[in-house]
Every structure is written in C-alpha cells, then in structure tokens.
C-alpha cells in the first residue's frame, strides 16, 4: 500500500514552481500585450482557449474523459469559468491601451479583494490585522491611479476590473476546491472560455499569419500549463512562503516594460506597486497564522 505524500512538505519545490510560473506568467503577458497591436482581443482570447479545450481534447483521449470532464458542481464550474474569461479579457484589454507595468500592478490586488469579500461571499473572520493589509494595499491603488492629480483615466478600470473579476474567481474556486479534482477546474475554465469567444470570435477576425497563429496556439498552452503550475506549487508550499515569489512578477512586469515596450514607469506605479505587493506578502502571513 502506498503512502501518500501530505501536501505543503517541499517548500524548496514549491518556491521553485513559483518562480517558473511567475517567469512564464509575465513573458506571456507581455506576449499577449504585443499581439493586441495585431489582432482583436476576441480573436486573441478565442485562440487562447481553443488550444487550451483542443490539449484537453487529447488529455481525455488519453486519461479518459470521467477524468477530465467529471465534476460535481456544474454550475459552478461554469461561474468560474466566467469569472476568469471575463478577468483574462479585461486584462488584454488593459495591456492594449494602458503601460504594462501599470496594467500589472493594478491586476495583482486580487488577493486584497479576496480578502475583503471572504467575510460576505465565505462568512471569513477577517481580522483588524487583515484589513490594515487590506487598507494599505488600496491605498497603493490611490497612489497608482493618483485621482487628486486630475480625473482618472478610464482605461485603468479595466486590469481593476481585473482584479476583481479574478477575486470572484478565487472565491469561487475555494468553494470547488474540496468538490472537484484539479484537472476538472482547469477543464472548465478552458470549455467555457472556448463557447463563449466562440460566438463572438467570427464578428472580429482577422485572418492571422501562420507564424502569429503557431505562436499564438502555443501561447494559449502555456496560459494554461502556467495555472497547473500554479496549483502544484500551493500542493508544496504554504501561500505564506510563496507570495513574496509571486509578487516579483511586478519586478519583471517594469523590467520589460522598460526594455521591450520603451515604457519607464513613473513614481506612481512604483510606489503604488510596492505598496500593494508589500500588503498582499503581509496579508497572506497574516492569513496563515489566522488573525
């Protein structure tokens, strides 16, 4: 009889998991940012799930489809499957027309909404701890947005947006978590995802070249291969230990930014952005000692 392996036991895996994602995260972020000066964002969100759904095609020829597609909570599945096509598009919206390091910061303040909505929607303790974290990290978004300075530009309510779309996300994936299997959650996402560009996708198209198309398919891949790595890197180590890992991508996010997009940061976005990322690291060290 085999022993199973408790999860959370291998930080140093876990660590390491969470670098490859954060590093494989932001270059398909800033991918997915230089094609939107090529392509419409339907299109570009249609080929992303229609490779993913198309991989999960050959995973349930292969493992078999009770696998993949077994799941029991439906509908929401299906919830979060919107929630994240809805996060997703807001955010290559907001890459279009917005720096990248500004689109990046402001979409990482999840967890800070995450954490604000988990006494509602989860019926949480949300103790005094939590909320100066969570005050803090808006105060971050106050200082990226800076709103004394002029009105707000429009364009930033989309990676807020964003970030709020994807907090529903995690909310609702908390609640699936102990219904379904990890493959099921990440099967869903892509299926929704895939029906409903798919309705959209033919009032936009515009014919790719085979090059863009391959890199495009790919890209759609590694979106998806980025969530399975993200769940296997919580299964080794506490969210404690990895936020600070996680959080780097906003490092990255400035770097190309800078280098491959021409775009210097100002002082707004790199206060804000340390403001949030010091909030949310504090935040889930709080969160794990459970005050």
Known sequence: M???????????LGIGLMLVFTVLAIHLDA??????RHYPIPELMWIRYASQTAAFCVAGAILGWRRIALTRAPRLQVARGAALLLSAGLFVAGLSVLPFATTKVLGDTAPLIVAAISLPLLGERVGWRRWIAILGGFAGIVVVVRPDIGAIEPAMLLPIGTACSYALYQVMTRSVAGIDAP?????YTSLVGFAVTSVAVPFFWVPPTPIHLVVLFFHGLGTGLGHFILIRAFAFAPASLLAPFGYASLIWAVALGYFVFGEAPDWGTLVGGGLI???GIHLVRVASRGT
């Open 31 to 36: 991918m997915a940012k230089w094609f939107t």
């Open 2 to 12: 085999s022993v199973r392996r408790p999860i959370q036991d291998r930080p140093l």
């Open 277 to 279: 990322a010091l909030a």
């Open 183 to 187: 493959l099921p959650c990440l099967f």
